[in-house]
């Protein structure tokens, strides 16, 4: 609704008489002098319609209407007919003014939606005494119209607050809302800067320039340094004469400030900040409006809190991610620690091969046959070098991307083969059970290999002296999962190693750091999985890894 005066308590009414007998429009003239109004004149149904829009656009809205019944052009039934029929003047008040006196034509008009009738000729105080009553039933009117439309401003900032993280768009939502309830020319939403003490104008209206961002000023200047220093709401309806009035930090570009009403954003105890509004269209601040501000600023902390959380929440698991990445990548290098022995020993092999053969083929009376062939198995023992350390680079990467479909046999096939030669001097005999016609499943490939490594490396050192390994991998009953299990003949478990495996620094050995296992764990719990072990003292140990066949969300 547009601003008028009546939309204050005991304003100016502004009454249009609509009559074409200019007697009668004097002696009307004669009885609203008697009271504090505004009045202008339509001598015809057409012209009075368009003297409420003209108004209307204007925004100085009339209140009531006055209508004869008898008006030229159209009559008076009609004209109330296309007032109510208007969204923009539907709750104009009409009193009709008519000589008509029967029981169907008065119907008519309040059934047309007129408030109230006067039969001519009618009495002076009678008639102020209605238009008395049509008012304060109007002012009513217009409160819980407006009462309303803080409530659904409220509403809508609050379900801002609860439904959105973007600070932004929360801010800018909240400085909309105060401008169209309030009514004022220019808002201000104003945030400490942590850093410098200074307040930072986060979102700024201005009618001149549109949205404004990033201005920051001494906390000591100016009324909205004043709110935020005491805490306290301060109102103002003419700023020239406020001690705190500071025109380079409350008064906006293209346009002059008269009055400032500024509120504070507390939360949990402190300041954080202020709401603060220039000049009211239409007349002064009121106490109401510093109460409407205050209650739509609980909820504007609140959300400035909630992003402030937000973002502190974000940094904190972006840095968790990446100490978990480094942690992840730190097991590795201590799983290749724990194979360098084996490793060294795999790959010396090779090399004394290559060596023999080169040294070999330059002997001077070797036939061409010879030589051909000492330089192929040179040729073959550098292949599998290459293949080596391959293995062990493929491993050793950080881990890139996310998931993809992968074969779990190839992993498991890829850990046995970097785990070889350490089962081999442990004298462990590995037997493979690997299912067939298994489905692919999306797993970061390198990290399901340092869980199954992991595992085997565990296996190998629990049986010092030799043993087996069984391996198998197999479909769940219901299909929803693949399971790779891992049986071993060494000493088995104590129910305290049982209770106790999976938690970091939880050791057995005397050199372990108790990482191993937690690191595998948490791999298996972020691909959607588990590793469940079975074990009994003498009975050796079984620990199968859980894995989804669906993408985990």
């Known amino acids: 609704m547009s601003p008028t005066n009546s939309d204050l308590p005991g304003g100016v009414p502004r009454i249009l008489i609509v009559e074409d007998d200019a007697e009668m429009v004097e002696l009307m003239h004669n009885m609203l002098a008697l009271i504090n109004c505004e009045v202008q004149v339509a001598y015809s149904g057409g012209e009075a319609l368009e003297l409420l829009h003209q108004e209307m656009k204007a925004g100085r809205e009339i209140d009531l209407v006055l209508l004869d019944v008898m008006v030229p052009g159209m009559d008076g039934y009609e004209v109330i007919a296309r007032i109510k029929a208007d969204p923009e003047l539907r709750n104009t008040a009409i009193i009709m003014t008519t000589a008509l006196n029967s029981?169907?034509?008065k119907?008519?008009?309040?059934?047309?939606?007129?408030?109230?009738?006067?039969?001519?000729?009618?009495?002076?105080?009678?008639?102020?005494?209605r238009i008395d009553a049509v008012m304060r039933i109007r002012r009513s009117e217009q409160a819980l119209r407006r009462r309303n439309q803080e409530l659904s401003a409220l509403i809508e900032i609050n379900r801002m607050v609860t439904s959105s993280l973007e600070l932004d768009e929360v801010l800018e939502a909240t400085i909309r809302g105060i401008r169209e309830i309030l009514r004022v020319e220019a808002g201000s939403l104003v945030?400490?800067?942590?850093?410098?003490?200074?307040?930072?104008?986060?979102?700024?209206?201005?009618?001149?320039?549109?949205?404004?961002?990033?201005?920051?000023?001494?906390s000591e200047k100016g009324i909205v340094g004043y709110v935020v220093r005491s805490?306290?709401?301060?109102?103002?309806?003419?700023?020239?004469?406020?001690?705190?009035?500071?025109?380079?930090?409350?008064?906006?570009?293209?346009?002059?400030?008269e009055a400032v009403l500024c509120v504070p954003l507390h939360i949990r105890g402190r300041v954080i900040g202020a709401i603060e509004v220039i000049n009211k269209l239409g007349g002064a601040f009121t106490e109401q409006d510093r109460e409407l501000l205050e209650a739509m600023a609980a909820s504007v902390a609140v959300a400035v809190d909630n992003a402030g959380l937000y973002r502190e929440l974000a940094d904190f698991a972006q840095e968790l991610e990446r100490s978990q990445a480094q942690l992840v990548q730190a097991e590795k290098m201590a799983a290749i620690g724990r194979l360098a022995a084996s490793i060294a020993h795999e790959i010396n092999n090779p090399l004394q091969a290559i060596h023999n053969s080169l040294h070999l083929s330059l002997h001077r009376q070797l036939s061409e046959e010879k030589r051909l062939r000492y330089l192929e198995m040179a040729q073959s023992e550098v292949q599998r070098l290459i293949e080596i350390v391959q293995r062990m680079l493929d491993f050793y990467r950080p881990s890139r991307g996310g998931a993809a479909p992968t074969a779990i046999n190839d992993i498991v096939e890829n850990a046995l083969?970097?785990?070889?030669?350490?089962?081999?001097?442990?004298?462990?005999?590995?037997?493979?059970?690997?299912?067939?016609?298994?489905?692919?499943?999306?797993?970061?490939a390198d990290q399901i290999v340092q869980v199954f490594l992991n595992i085997i490396i565990n296996a190998a050192e629990a049986m010092p002296s030799g043993g087996d390994l069984l391996v198998e991998t197999r479909l769940s009953d219901d299909g929803d999962w693949l399971l790779i299990s891992f049986q071993d003949t060494g000493p088995g478990l104590s129910a305290e190693q049982v209770a106790n495996l999976f938690e970091p620094f939880y050791t057995t050995k005397k050199d372990g750091t108790g990482l191993g296992l937690a690191i595998s764990y948490g791999i298996?719990?972020?691909?959607?999985?588990?590793?469940?072990?079975?074990?009994?003292?003498?009975?050796?140990?079984t620990f199968t890894v859980k894995l989804p066949v669906r993408q985990h969300e």
């Open 107 to 129: 119907t008519l008009g309040l059934g047309l939606g007129a408030d109230d009738y006067l039969t001519k000729p009618f009495d002076p105080q009678e008639l102020l005494a």
């Open 231 to 257: 805490g306290e709401s301060r109102l103002v309806n003419d700023v020239r004469n406020d001690p705190y009035f500071a025109p380079e930090v409350d008064e906006e570009p293209g346009f002059t400030t």
């Open 524 to 541: 298996a719990e972020r691909h959607g999985g588990t590793i469940e072990v079975d074990g009994r003292p003498g009975q050796g140990a």
């Open 103 to 105: 029981v169907s034509d």
């Open 191 to 218: 945030l400490v800067d942590e850093e410098t003490g200074g307040l930072l104008f986060r979102k700024t209206f201005s009618p001149g320039q549109g949205w404004i961002t990033g201005r920051t000023i001494e």
């Open 417 to 444: 083969a970097l785990a070889s030669k350490r089962l081999q001097h442990s004298h462990v005999r590995v037997h493979t059970r690997l299912g067939e016609t298994l489905p692919l499943i999306p797993v970061v």
